[in-house]
């Protein structure tokens, strides 16, 4: 007989208690330990969400570690900044001018950035010396020479002037209709024509595309004579020009003729490009036995 208010203890009710315990036990730590954070299905966290200085969601949100000017976005959400302004330098950095740079040969029409001036085929900062007793650049004149009837700069005169006679001579208007062409056979009014390289006249009654070709069967730069019309050759897709002063030989640059047509050449499977006998093609591309460009 068992005294009342005392359980009973036997040997099946002492084990359940025991596997009850470690259930209760186990089932605690898993609810301890979880994923190492929360998990948001919602928007797209897919892992939960880890923070070191920032937080990171690879499958579309923002990743930050700490704050170096920006955010990066894998996913494609944002943008990459590396100092605030939203943009990154380009592999090869910002593309250089090839003229009118301090110290750079000058663009057509002796043209100088920033109020430079040009002398001897290079040009000089605004606000320096123009070299002997030229005097001192200053927007885009120097002091002593190139402007009209001035003694040239080196063979180089002020915007709207071109240098008769070489270096011993003298500066001239030019650029407007029936006027001699400025340097680099720029003219304001019309299109340079003239066989002599540095001895043509603007012309605003022929020479252009679509007017009738001027004497000796002339047209300007990229422009060719057709039964005594003027039409545009040498961009894509249009008839190659001639290879004469008036015209610019062959096709635009990035361009190649091929059956007295301009088309693109050098690019990854675009024909290769022809200068004299010498095919090529752009960086990392050679030119294979069909004469197209393939990766090496």
Do not use: H, W
Not at 21 to 33: D, F, H, K, S, T
Not at 95 to 120: E, H, L, M, S, Y
Not at 200 to 207: D, I, N, R
Request: net charge negative; hydrophobic share 25%.
């Amino acid at each position: 007989m068992v005294p009342a208010g005392k359980p009973v203890s036997s040997a099946g009710s002492r084990r359940r208690l025991y596997y009850g315990a470690l259930l209760a036990a186990v089932v605690g730590l898993m609810a301890a330990v979880g994923c190492g954070g929360s998990s948001d299905t919602g928007n797209g966290a897919g892992a939960g969400t880890s923070t070191t200085g920032g937080s990171s969601n690879p499958s579309g949100g923002s990743n930050t570690t700490g704050d170096t000017g920006g955010s990066v976005n894998p996913g494609g959400g944002d943008t990459t900044s590396m100092g605030g302004d939203n943009t990154v330098p380009g592999a090869g950095g910002t593309p250089q001018p090839r003229c009118g740079g301090t110290n750079q040969a000058c663009c057509a029409g002796d043209i100088c950035d920033g109020g430079g001036c040009c002398v001897n085929d290079r040009c000089v900062a605004a606000k320096t010396t123009c070299g002997q007793n030229r005097g001192m650049c200053t927007a885009g004149m120097c002091a002593n020479c190139g402007g009209d009837g001035d003694a040239c700069c080196g063979g180089n005169c002020s915007a709207g002037f071109v240098c008769a006679g070489g270096q011993g001579g003298t500066c001239e208007a030019c650029g407007t209709a029936d006027t001699r062409c400025c340097a680099g056979r720029t003219c304001d009014e019309g299109v340079c024509i003239g066989l002599a390289l540095n001895n043509g006249t603007c012309q605003t009654e022929c020479g252009a595309p679509t007017q009738d070709c001027c004497a000796n069967n002339q047209c300007g730069e990229n422009a060719r004579c057709t039964q005594g019309k003027c039409e545009a050759c040498g961009g894509e897709g249009e008839a190659c020009c001639a290879g004469a002063i008036g015209a610019l030989a062959g096709c635009s640059g990035g361009l190649r003729c091929e059956a007295n047509k301009c088309v693109a050449c050098g690019a990854l499977n675009e024909t290769c490009c022809r200068q004299g006998n010498t095919l090529s093609c752009n960086n990392r591309l050679t030119c294979d036995e069909a004469l197209k460009c393939v990766a090496n």
